[in-house]
């Protein structure tokens, strides 16, 4: 027979706070730079990304516009590995947390 250790609504409230906050996603930002021209970074965000022209153009002109756009969100590592991306097509990137200003 097992006995069970009663647990503390404080404890669960922890629990159920750090879960949630580790199922936050992440996001890549581009940054808007002097050097790429603005079909550039629409043709890099079709062929890398798969988005459509019609997309591709949209971010790119919020890129250009606002200075940045996020143009992917997901897991930790899977940013990570499109802000390198983006690095390697001589983009300015970087990532952060969804919730993150």
């Known amino acids: 027979m097992s006995v069970s250790t009663p647990v503390r609504e404080s404890e669960v409230e922890t629990r159920s706070e ?6 936050v996603p992440w996001v890549v930002i581009v940054w808007n730079d002097p050097v790429n ?3 550039y970074v629409s043709y890099v965000f079709r062929s890398y ?7 591709a153009n ?15 969100t997901g897991s930790r590592e899977k940013v990570e590995k499109d802000t390198l ?14 919730d993150q200003p």
């Open 18 to 23: 750090e879960l949630t906050f580790s199922d």
């Open 37 to 39: 021209l603005m079909s």
């Open 49 to 55: 990304f798969g988005y459509s022209e019609s997309k």
């Open 58 to 72: 949209t971010l790119m002109l919020e890129v250009h516009e606002a200075g940045r756009s996020v143009v992917a």
């Open 85 to 98: 991306a983006m690095h390697s097509h001589g983009l300015w990137a970087t990532y952060q947390r969804a």
